[in-house]
């Protein structure tokens, strides 16, 4: 059992930044690979990006590549999500997710999601 916990979100202007986090209980952090997804109203649940069990490897969304980065620290047992040059069109609740496989981006394929965090970016 994993349970997640999203902080880090807020109200920005358009092209600035914030920094996500989530925080995982659990001693098996690691061997999950994370994964973070975003929704917006009346919109379905996106993947944003994801991050191997060893934060060795990552992979993005076409729409966030360049402005996010996402990363890990196995002994805090928290992932993070960069967001740079935001953009009104980012606001969502973001999510995140731990999976058992690497590079997953359908959300029925994680195993355990946490509450969301509000990301609203002003123009």
């Known amino acids: 059992q994993v349970q997640l916990v999203e902080s880090g979100g807020g109200l920005v202007q358009a092209g600035g930044s914030l920094r996500l986090s989530c925080a995982a209980s659990?001693?098996?952090?690691?061997?999950?690979?994370m994964g973070w997804f975003r929704q917006a109203p009346g919109k379905e649940r996106e993947f944003v990006a994801a991050i191997s069990w060893s934060g060795s490897s990552t992979y993005y969304a076409d729409s966030v590549k360049g402005r996010f980065a996402i990363s890990r620290d196995n002994a805090k047992n928290t992932v993070y999500l960069q967001m740079n040059s935001l953009k009104p069109e980012d606001t969502a609740a973001y999510y995140c997710a731990a999976a058992r496989q690497w590079r997953v981006v359908q959300a029925p394929e994680y195993e355990y999601w946490g509450q969301g965090t509000q990301v609203t970016v002003s123009s």
């Open positions: 659990g001693r098996t952090f690691s061997s999950y690979a």
